[in-house]
């Protein structure tokens, strides 16, 4: 029997970025998006299908999204924060897991197609009231991490 699609979750991987200043490395998100067009976010993407078992799957999407989407590297441990679930404006859902990670190297740059902006943020100067409420909780999460 065919699979219900409306009850099929997309998965995704994303990656909040820090820097040695205290930094968190943002986008603007496309306005030709599907969902939270020319918001502010962190980098991430759908888990793409793969040829065959691939382990640490959704780490090894959120690196390549990361440097897909900015530019950027990062180091190679990363530490969970936490996952969510979301119904984009087209209906889907959608499932995430998210990774607090250390910047490497690269020159942050946006992506056409992706991101419109890229760039490095104080989380004392993002607005709660200026993201998406479950964006700005996974910021204040990543940021509570690094303090402890």
């Excluded at 029997?1 to 200043?21: C, E, R």
């Excluded at 205290?22 to 888990?47: M, N, T």
């Amino acid at each position: 029997m065919p699979a219900d699609d409306a009850k099929l979750h997309i998965v995704y991987s994303g990656g909040v970025v820090y820097n040695d200043k205290g930094e968190f490395l943002v986008i603007k998100r496309s306005p030709q998006e599907i969902h939270a067009a020319g918001q502010i976010a962190y980098p991430g993407g759908k888990v793409d299908h793969n040829d065959g078992t691939v382990n640490d799957i959704l780490e090894k999407n959120c690196r390549e999204e990361i440097r897909e989407e900015t530019g950027v590297e990062i180091e190679d441990r990363m530490q969970y924060i936490n996952s969510h679930s979301f119904v984009r404006e087209d209906g889907i859902y959608v499932v995430g897991a998210l990774f607090l990670c250390k910047y490497k190297s690269g020159d942050p740059r946006p992506e056409p197609g992706e991101s419109d902006e890229v760039f490095w943020m104080k989380f004392e100067d993002m607005k709660k009231d200026k993201m998406i409420p479950m964006v700005y909780k996974v910021f204040e999460l990543a940021y509570n991490k690094l303090k402890k």
